[in-house]
């Protein structure tokens, strides 16, 4: 996603000489890692929400977080912020289904 021209567009921060914008190296490797920072943080509370709530009920849990972090992340329209969100969250519900689909 990070070599299409609208999505540098959209979400770029640097303006080059040429009139074309690139991503900050910084905020593309933010952007690209916080899914991973929400299936770490999904993966340790899995377990224990699957105990709680039951394994099928987790499952279907997670598979509602990981829907409600794909639409935010398809609603950011030019705010890499708001897409950053959606992958944490996203990555939420990964993680939850991560721990729960082998558990049941």
């Known amino acids: 996603m990070l070599i299409f021209d609208d999505f540098k567009r959209r979400f770029g ?3 080059q000489p040429d ?4 991503f900050d190296p ?7 890692s916080t ?3 929400g299936t770490l943080v999904g993966a340790l ?4 929400t699957a105990d709680w709530f039951g394994r099928r009920k987790n499952l279907s849990i997670g598979v509602f977080i990981f829907v409600i972090g794909n639409i935010i ?3 950011a329209m030019y705010s890499w912020v708001h897409l950053m969100i959606g992958r944490i969250v ?3 519900g990964v993680g939850i289904l991560s721990i729960g689909v082998p558990m049941l």
């Open 90 to 92: 996203a990555g939420f």
């Open 73 to 75: 992340q398809i609603t």
């Open 35 to 37: 899914m991973s920072l």
């Open 26 to 32: 910084t905020i593309s490797s933010l952007v690209v």
């Open 19 to 22: 009139g074309s914008v690139e």
């Open 13 to 15: 921060q640097n303006v």
């Open 45 to 48: 509370s899995g377990a224990y």
